[in-house]
């Protein structure tokens, strides 16, 4: 889970994407992987849950979210953990070499 101190004021307007969401009512184990998964196993359950978050109409509000609350785990608009802590990395260092 992310840091609630990040997590958005429990308004509608902060919310109401998740409704809307390609992945309401799928299985969330999709998304989330187990202790134990490596390899193979984790690789296709990722991709089955990228290929959901690619029809979603809610993609970009997805991934804005869990970019912004630095959530640890699962597929957050169609990225996965690596991939989400690549990119706070990316903006941290363009933001650190613009401040300096
Ligand atoms: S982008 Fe993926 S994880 Fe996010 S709401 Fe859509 S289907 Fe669910």
Same mark, same amino acid.
């Given at each position: 889970m992310a840091d609630v101190h990040r997590l958005p004021t429990p308004v509608s307007e902060n919310w109401d994407w998740q409704r809307l969401g390609a992945c309401r009512? &799928?299985?969330?184990?999709?998304?989330f992987h187990p202790d134990s998964e490596r390899g193979s196993a984790r690789l296709a359950r990722e991709a089955t &849950?990228?290929?959901i978050c690619n029809s979603c109409p809610v993609?970009?509000?997805?991934?804005?979210? &869990?970019i912004k609350?630095?959530?640890p785990y699962g597929i957050w608009g169609g990225m996965g953990e690596n991939e989400r802590r690549a990119v706070?990395? &990316?903006?941290r260092r363009r933001l650190k070499s613009h401040a300096s």
């Amino acid at each position: 889970m992310a840091d609630v101190h990040r997590l958005p004021t429990p308004v509608s307007e902060n919310w109401d994407w998740q409704r809307l969401g390609a992945c309401r009512g &799928a299985n969330s184990a999709v998304f989330f992987h187990p202790d134990s998964e490596r390899g193979s196993a984790r690789l296709a359950r990722e991709a089955t &849950a990228k290929r959901i978050c690619n029809s979603c109409p809610v993609r970009a509000e997805c991934l804005r979210h &869990a970019i912004k609350v630095q959530e640890p785990y699962g597929i957050w608009g169609g990225m996965g953990e690596n991939e989400r802590r690549a990119v706070i990395s &990316a903006t941290r260092r363009r933001l650190k070499s613009h401040a300096s």
